[in-house]
């Protein structure tokens, strides 16, 4: 059976008082599990089955409500697989185009949520500051916001005087939660959010960074194989250019979750249902090499909760983000931070000579 209760990770409602800052060692090994989580995502992306999709399927498969509240994952489908259109909009600085400052890789974005994390813990790790929270305000005011930032940069340049990233404001607080309002913006806050609390729960648990690279290493030794397998199904079917595999492995994923939705679990279940659901050259050999390749992470992840959170957790802030939300942040409402940023500037500028008190 596919759906398995996971072991929680923390009590549902549980108040954390403290919240644990991850030293050198756990970073170094945090990295390397990071690294991991996207070549694994990668040759699943290859295949045509985004990083939102393997989420959806974690939490669809996923039977323990308590943790998937202690990671801000839901069954309501709250990472949106579709890529709106890119839209350009001016900045209000004398009308250059500005796109959010996306991250140019996986790589990038890994490195970035480890130096907002840095900035986290030692302008704010008090207790008093939701981590989860102001890791997302950070990055906004570090990325999303700057109109200073440039990667040639160093850190000073980019995030000093007179931007004070570091520094959050009322105003950018009020700022902020207005634009994650907006279109895909709830999918970035969830995003966060989720990885921020997955880490932190997974470091509260021991952090046993070599039993998730085993597990990792599990995945990816099954999953050449499943993908091979995929593939050439594909490529008998005469599917072959990205374009159309990312397209049949869509219907795949529709198929297979309304499977699930239907109450199937057994895989004889869940390949007749799919079966029912797909035209003729799509049947047989593609849906139950499809299953296959699914199945091997979706079986791996299942029945190991604190796992599944810093699984979830990495690919959602890390490769998720960059795969589907680095391309739809100019579609946000980034006028309305640009039209307020430089009044915020000042207020933080104000808070940094201690006319103003942190919020």
Do not use: C, W
């Amino acid at each position: 059976m596919i759906k398995k209760i996971l072991i929680g990770i923390v009590t549902a409602g549980m108040i954390l008082t403290t919240i644990p800052t991850v030293n050198a060692e756990d970073e170094i090994t945090l990295n390397e599990v990071t690294d991991q989580i996207i070549d694994i995502s990668d040759k699943y992306n290859s295949a045509g089955i985004t990083s939102g999709q393997l989420l959806n399927l974690i939490t669809l498969t996923q039977t323990d409500d308590e943790l998937l509240d202690t990671i801000s994952l839901d069954k309501n489908n709250l990472f949106d697989t579709s890529i709106p259109k890119k839209v350009n909009i001016q900045s209000s600085r004398s009308g250059d185009l500005y796109d959010g400052n996306p991250p140019a890789s996986k790589g990038e974005q890994k490195d970035r949520m480890k130096y907002i994390r840095s900035v986290y813990d030692n302008e704010y790790n008090d207790g008093n500051h939701d981590e989860s929270i102001y890791i997302l305000y950070l990055y906004t005011s570090h990325y999303i916001e700057n109109i200073n930032y440039d990667k040639s940069f160093s850190d000073e340049k980019n995030f000093g005087h007179p931007v004070y990233a570091n520094i959050i404001s009322q105003n950018d607080i009020d700022a902020y939660e207005q634009f994650y309002k907006a279109q895909a913006g709830v999918a970035i806050y969830k995003a966060f959010r989720t990885y921020t609390i997955g880490i932190k729960n997974f470091i509260e648990n021991g952090a046993n960074y070599t039993l998730m690279n085993e597990l990792l290493g599990s995945i990816k030794e099954n999953m050449d194989d499943e993908y091979s397998k995929y593939i050439t199904a594909l490529d008998a079917a005469g599917i072959t250019n990205s374009t159309d595999i990312l397209a049949t492995s869509a219907k795949m994923y529709n198929a297979f979750t309304g499977a699930l939705d239907n109450g199937k679990t057994k895989e004889e279940e869940i390949i007749d249902y799919m079966n029912s659901q797909l035209e003729p050259g799509l049947q047989g050999m593609v849906s139950s090499t499809y299953f296959g390749f699914v199945k091997n992470i979706l079986d791996k992840l299942s029945g190991s909760g604190a796992a599944t959170g810093l699984f979830s957790s990495v690919l959602s802030g890390v490769v998720y983000y960059f795969d589907t939300l680095a391309n739809v942040i100019p579609t946000l409402s980034l006028a309305g931070l640009y039209y307020s940023y430089q009044m915020r500037k000042a207020e933080r500028l104000g808070i940094y000579y201690g006319l103003k008190p942190r919020p």
